[in-house]
Nanobody, 127 residues
């Protein structure tokens, strides 16, 4: 059974950092593009960042560029999202998603592009 589990969320002050992890089980991460999305109360789910199966391609939403870094360790079936200089507006539930895609590409604009989703991890940034 394919499963994605996010971890690493929590409460942090503005300017602080968190590292989120997305760990897959029931399948080998190699060959899967992985994306991070977030959803704040009353807002639509938005793309944060993504990474291709090899790690060769990464994308970031404009508001995350320079603050967030995505990486992956396929041997550990895990994708990481390092979030620095956090702002109160980063407060949201963060989800990871995966899709089997052997081309060096990923997508942050279209949630339906992904086949598998985790349950999310809450990130709260206090001012």
């Amino acid at each position: 059974q394919v499963q994605l589990v996010e971890s690493g969320g929590g409460l942090v002050q503005a300017g602080g950092s968190l590292r989120l992890s997305c760990t897959g089980s029931g399948f080998a991460f190699v060959g899967y593009a992985v994306g991070w999305f977030r959803q704040a109360p009353g807002k639509e789910r938005e793309g944060v960042s993504c990474i291709s199966w090899s790690g060769g391609s990464t994308y970031y939403a404009d508001s995350m560029k320079g603050r967030f870094t995505i990486s992956r360790d396929n041997a550990k079936n895990t994708v990481y999202l390092q979030m620095n200089s956090l702002k109160p507006e980063d407060t949201a539930m963060y989800y990871c998603a995966a899709r089997l895609y052997s081309i060096d590409y990923c997508n942050t604009r279209n949630t339906v592009w992904y086949n598998y989703w985790g349950q999310g991890t809450q990130v709260t940034v206090s001012s």
